[in-house]
């Protein structure tokens, strides 16, 4: 069993940069794969980056390459997701979430656990 609770969200302009931080409990963290997802108003849930387990392998939606990089520190069971040169269409509700997994998934369905989420919202 894992919680998550994701927290670093918040108003910024375009061009800036937040760093989310999703925070996780339960004694296996360090052996999920984790992904961060985000889901815009009136819009589905898609998934932007994933790293594995070790924290190794990352992957990345096309839509925010270069710009985001995931990373995670086992030891403090956190997982977090820098992102730079924001763009108003990165305004959304971003979740953590966790699979008992090897390999990164970008299927939501595929995550067994998630956060609450937190709210980015980046004015033009």
């Known amino acids: 069993q894992v919680q998550l609770v994701e927290s670093g969200g918040g108003l910024v302009q375009t061009g800036g940069s937040l760093r989310l931080s999703c925070a996780a409990s339960g004694r296996t963290f360090s052996s999920y794969t984790m992904g961060w997802f985000r889901q815009a108003p009136g819009k589905e849930r898609e998934f932007v980056a994933g790293i594995s387990w070790s924290g190794g392998p990352t992957y990345y939606a096309d839509s925010v390459k270069v710009r985001f990089t995931a990373s995670r520190d086992n030891d403090k069971n956190t997982v977090d997701l820098q992102i730079n040169s924001l763009k108003p269409e990165d305004t959304a509700v971003y979740y953590c979430?966790?699979?008992?997994?090897?390999?990164?998934?970008?299927?939501?369905?595929?995550?067994?656990?998630w956060g609450q989420g937190t709210q980015v919202t980046v004015s033009s």
């Open positions: 979430a966790a699979r008992d997994e090897v390999n990164i998934a970008t299927n939501l369905d595929e995550y067994d656990y």
